[in-house]
């Protein structure tokens, strides 16, 4: 196995098809997501007095055939020195995110990457000194091993448990859906669908092509930030970077047939909007806003039943919530599956100085308290 590293973004765009084959279906790990959010979030935080670099390694086998990615960028700062996260990191909040492997390479490609990464030596150009990660599936076999093979080479490896990630896991038929949810539930979904959904009062608008994307955004922006200042929030679209990489994005990922765009108008008014990216067979609920106007008809509530009943319609086998553990998550009948935050210190001096003061910082009883362990490496 060869490990390359690609710390210029066109450089990486001839391999997009194949990055998008190790992703395996997950758009948060697909050319069309990773690369638009270092377009927008690629660029020196003054304010955090940080650079970032892409940091991307492609594995290669012996007959030249690209088996491995580990799609990261390095955030380098003077207080923290140069940590490795994933790309799509941060406030956009990518979830299911893993080194990308060919199926049956997991061993050969973990090994490539951690005898890669625990070769550069401090104040080399391509050295590291943490390893961040956020919201990685505990069920993710590539990521284990890979902690696995850094912990045999001497770094010393933390974990902690995130926030559940939740699913709806749907069958073929919408009634058989709404067998497995409580009584009152299935009877308010039911009022609620002859009040506004089958009457033809409650439409349904969906996105098919780029040129309706803009009135799509707009609708989803206006009533995301609307709801979040009623509840006292800034709202995720105060950000002129979250909002222009959110406008880029999805047309990126329509473009790649990864995208699910809707608005719900009752009495010919826009009261709901959710956009989704799709994979595999899994549609994921990413944004979302609400007329906060609007409370007494439920316009979340209406807008998930249509879209729950639309995703079966159309054959999709799960319905993914994502990352957090709002209550809500469990009326509709999804289940949690765990993620946790990963920290990985090479075992060289400096990194290690840093990791002391980090632990120090934390103090033992608050580092028990927030749930990390040592997984592995030198106490």
Known sequence: ?????????????????????????????????????WRYYGVPDEVARSAMRLYVLLVWN???ELTGLAPWYLDTSTA????????????????????????????????????????????????????????VDLDQPVMTRLMEQLAIRGSTVHARPGPNCWRIELPTRWDDYLAGLSKNRRKKIRRAQRRFLDNGRAVLHSVRKISELPRAMEILIELHQRRRRALGHQGSFASGRFTAFHRSAVESLLRAGQLQFHWLEVDDEPIAAEYQVAGDG???????GIDPSRLE??????????????????????????????????????TPRATRQIRVVPQFASAQFRHGAWLAGESVKQWVKRGWELVAGPS
């Open 80 to 135: 923290r020195g140069r940590v490795v996260r994933f790309l799509g990191s941060g406030d956009v909040c990518s979830d299911h995110q893993s080194v990308l492997c060919q199926k049956g390479e997991e061993d050969a490609v973990t090994q490539a990457l951690a005898d890669w990464l625990t070769e550069q030596r401090p104040g080399a150009i391509h050295c590291w000194d943490l390893m961040e990660w956020d919201g």
């Open 297 to 334: 008809i439920e316009p979340g509530h209406l807008i998930t039943i249509a879209l729950v009943r639309g995703a079966i319609q159309s054959g999709y086998r799960s319905y993914d919530l994502l990352r957090g553990d709002e209550p809500y998550k469990t009326r509709w009948g999804a």
């Open 62 to 64: 012996r007959h030249d």
């Open 1 to 37: 196995m060869r490990v390359e590293l690609i710390s210029k973004l066109d450089l990486l765009a001839p391999h997009a098809e194949q990055w998008d084959r190790l992703a395996g279906g997950i758009p948060f790990n697909g050319w069309a997501w990773m690369s638009t959010w």
């Open 282 to 288: 899994i549609l994921y609920a990413y944004q979302a």
